[in-house]
């Protein structure tokens, strides 16, 4: 196997879509990207949720830190 394994794993008391926006926009969870303030860097992510509600919550979660 070609590279390594990248499992993201949250804390059963963290509140999830918060904390998966965090990791995001920080680098952890996807190698090489670093988010650094520039809203149009999101464009290069794909994350998939179960439900457009979820989505939109995300997105909300994830705007929370450039606001």
Same mark, same amino acid.
């Given at each position: 196997?070609? *590279?390594?394994? &990248?499992?993201?794993?949250?804390? #059963?008391?963290? #509140?999830?879509?918060?904390?998966?926006?965090?990791?995001?926009?920080? *680098?952890?969870? !996807?190698?090489?990207? &670093?988010?650094?303030?520039?809203?149009? +860097?999101?464009?290069?992510?794909? !994350?998939?949720?179960?439900? &457009?509600?979820?989505?939109?919550?995300?997105? *909300?979660?994830? +705007?929370?830190? =450039? =606001?």
């Amino acid at each position: 196997m070609s *590279g390594a394994r &990248r499992v993201l794993s949250i804390p #059963p008391g963290a #509140p999830f879509l918060p904390t998966l926006a965090e990791t995001l926009l920080d *680098g952890r969870l !996807i190698p090489g990207f &670093r988010f650094d303030g520039e809203p149009l +860097a999101l464009a290069d992510a794909t !994350i998939y949720v179960p439900t &457009r509600r979820a989505a939109r919550a995300l997105r *909300g979660a994830s +705007a929370h830190r =450039w =606001w």
